[in-house]
Structure formats: structure tokens, C-alpha cells
């Protein structure tokens, strides 16, 4: 059993930053691929981010790419979202997930653990 517990949210104008935080407990971190998720206000949950479980590499949602970086510590059981340059439609709950193996799924049914999200804002 695996333990997510995101932090870090809030609200921000467009154009800032923020980094979200994600600490795991139990076992075995290094042995997950981590990924990030969110979801708006009446859309479905999509793919934002996956690390290796090495950190490297890593693979980013179009959406995202060039705005956003995720890295881990494994020595601190943490996954991170560095975001920058943040869009009113980045606004979201955000969720970190955990899953076996070592495929960087962008598919939310492919991660076996989640955390309760932490809430973004972007005001324009």
C-alpha cells in the first residue's frame, strides 16, 4: 500500500509559478513510476506528467511541455511539479499517482495509487 499526500497548491496570477509537492509513504518509492494528473471543473482527469523511476526521462502533456517540469527525490520519497507560466486553463485539481513497472502511462487506469489532489488557480 502506497500513500500520496499532495501539497503545494493554490492561487496564482498568469504568468506565475508554483510547485506542487507530492510525498509517498510506505516502501519501495524508487521502484513507481510517478505521474501527475489533473482535473477542471467538468472535464475528465487527463495526463499531465510521468517520471521514471530514475527521474529520467520524463514525459510531459503537449499542454504542458516547455511550462512544466516534474522531478523526484527519491532519497525524500517526493515527486514535484515545477509549473511556470501558468494559464487560466491550467486550473485544476491536481493529483499525483503512483503505478508498477516502468511504462510512463499517460492512462489514469494504469496508476494503482492516488493522492486526494491539491487545488490550483489561475486568475487571469
Known amino acids: 500500500q502506497v500513500q500520496l499526500v499532495e501539497s503545494g497548491g493554490g492561487l496564482v496570477q498568469a504568468g506565475g509559478s508554483l510547485r506542487l509537492s507530492c510525498v509517498a509513504s510506505?516502501?519501495?518509492?524508487?521502484?513507481?513510476?510517478m505521474g501527475w494528473f489533473r482535473q477542471a471543473p467538468g472535464k475528465e482527469r487527463e495526463f499531465v506528467a510521468a517520471n521514471s523511476r530514475n527521474d529520467e526521462p520524463t514525459r510531459y502533456a503537449d499542454s504542458v511541455k516547455g511550462r512544466f517540469t516534474s522531478s523526484r527525490d527519491n532519497a525524500k520519497n517526493t515527486v514535484y511539479l515545477q509549473m511556470s507560466s501558468l494559464k487560466p486553463e491550467d486550473t485544476a485539481v491536481y493529483y499525483c499517482?503512483?503505478?508498477?513497472?516502468?511504462?510512463?502511462?499517460?492512462?489514469?487506469?494504469?496508476?494503482?495509487?492516488w493522492g486526494q489532489g491539491t487545488q490550483v488557480t489561475v486568475s487571469s
Open positions: 510506505g516502501r519501495a518509492f524508487s521502484s513507481y513510476v
Open positions: 499517482a503512483s503505478r508498477f513497472g516502468t511504462i510512463l502511462s499517460a492512462y489514469e487506469n494504469e496508476y494503482n495509487f
